[in-house]
Structures are given as structure tokens and as C-alpha cells.
């Protein structure tokens, strides 16, 4: 079993939608937990990151982590055009260096 | 922003030969980086964790006579792929802690092996 599992996708939406993307994960000793945006062919861009449990909101973007089902979400409202890539959630112990990558979500939105 | 620069972004180099990815942190003193390679379609996975001024550890599997680490200065690690093959392509990223969680990436480095 994966540490984290993430659905690949590919997911398109129309323009204004709101997204959601998930993330599982099987080690309960990872306390935090972030989205990252990666563009064809660049380096993840980290979009948010929260410590333990809870919800977490930046402008158009939500993170929710729910550690009892070890289950974390991203929502993404009136979705653009430009929110088009792949996201990445990663994961890690507290005080660990290392993270852990979802193999990430290729998202479109179409306008 | 903390800004991680990575170079060269894209690279084509025959079988056998050796290349080199430098990542420098721009206005951050960087005393650990870590070396990522992501094959098409599949997740980031860790290869090295790079300490400046010591030897670098490498993930289970990650041969570390073909991929040489050196983190000489707080600002520049550099990875060298020796005697690359062609199932060496791969997207190489580096990425350094600013603190707490949020690691920043370069943007990778494309390396085609033929």
C-alpha cells in the first residue's frame, strides 16, 4: 500500500465550477499536510498547508484535513481557466524532512 | 519570496556521459535540500536529502556512485548523474525547507538520455 494515494485523473470542468480534489493516506504519525500546483514541466508551487486537522480557506481555495479517516481535500471555487495543472497533496510527520507526494491531479478547466 | 534556482532546465546527453544539476537558494541560506525525480504521469519521489558541509543520504534503491551529491556552500547542492542511460531520463527537481512545512522547488531540470 502507497503511503499516499491520489486519483490521477484526468479531471476537466468547466469554467466557474468548483473543484475537488482528495488525497488518502495510511501513516497516522503525518501531522502536516499541503497542496502543491506544478504547471507542465516546472516545480510544484506549494498553494497551502495546514497542521493537523481542520479547514483551512486562501481567497478561492480550501484545504480540509480529516485525520480520523486520514482524508484530505482541496476545493477549488469559480474555478478558472488558469487553475489549469497538476495538484500535488504531500504529507509529513511532525519534524520529519521528508515528504510524502500524492502522484498528483491533472486538472483542465475549459473555458 | 524564498526563490530556489535550478539549472539547466532542460538537457540532451549521450549514453555514458555525465551531467550536472545545480540548485542554488537565492536569498536563503539553505542548509538542506532534497533531490526529487518524477517520472511521466507518477509522483515526486525522494532521492537524496543533501547537508551541507556532510554526506548526503540517499533513499533505499537510489545508487549513490551514479548520482553524486555535493552541498559545498549554504546556497548550492549540485546532483551529477555519471555515466547517464537512457532509464536515467527523468525530470530531476531540488527543493530546500524556508521554515516550518512549505518547502520551495526549483523548476526542475529535464534530462533526456539517448
Known amino acids: 500500500q502507497k503511503e499516499v494515494e491520489q486519483d490521477p485523473g484526468p479531471l476537466s470542468v468547466p469554467e466557474g465550477a468548483i473543484v475537488s480534489l482528495n488525497c488518502t493516506y495510511s501513516?497516522?504519525?503525518?501531522?502536516?499536510f499541503m497542496w502543491y500546483r506544478q504547471y507542465s514541466r516546472k516545480g510544484p508551487e506549494l498553494l497551502m498547508y495546514t497542521y493537523s486537522s481542520g479547514n483551512k480557506e486562501d481567497g478561492r481555495f480550501t484545504a480540509q484535513v480529516d485525520k480520523s479517516s486520514k482524508y484530505i481535500s482541496l476545493f477549488i471555487r469559480d474555478s478558472q481557466p488558469s487553475d489549469s495543472a497538476t495538484y500535488l497533496c504531500a504529507m509529513s510527520a511532525s519534524g520529519a524532512n521528508n515528504l510524502f507526494f500524492g502522484t498528483g491531479t491533472r486538472l483542465t478547466v475549459i473555458p | 519570496g524564498a526563490v530556489v534556482s535550478q539549472h539547466p532546465s532542460w538537457v540532451i546527453c549521450k549514453s555514458g556521459t555525465s551531467v550536472k544539476i545545480e540548485c542554488r537558494s537565492l536569498?536563503?541560506?539553505?542548509?538542506?535540500m532534497f533531490w526529487y525525480r518524477q517520472f511521466p504521469k507518477q509522483s515526486l519521489m525522494l532521492m537524496a536529502t543533501?547537508?551541507?558541509?556532510?554526506?548526503?543520504?540517499?533513499e533505499q534503491g537510489v545508487e549513490k556512485d551514479k548520482f553524486l551529491i555535493n552541498h559545498a556552500s549554504l546556497t548550492l547542492s549540485t546532483l551529477t548523474v555519471t555515466s547517464a542511460h537512457p532509464e536515467d531520463s527523468s525530470f530531476y527537481i531540488c527543493?530546500?525547507?524556508?521554515?516550518?512545512?512549505?518547502?520551495?522547488f526549483g523548476s526542475g531540470t529535464r534530462l533526456t538520455v539517448v
Open positions: 527543493s530546500a525547507s524556508i521554515g516550518g512545512p512549505g518547502y520551495t
Open positions: 501513516n497516522s504519525a503525518f501531522q502536516y
Open positions: 543533501s547537508n551541507e558541509g556532510s554526506k548526503a543520504t540517499y
Open positions: 536569498d536563503f541560506q539553505a542548509t538542506t
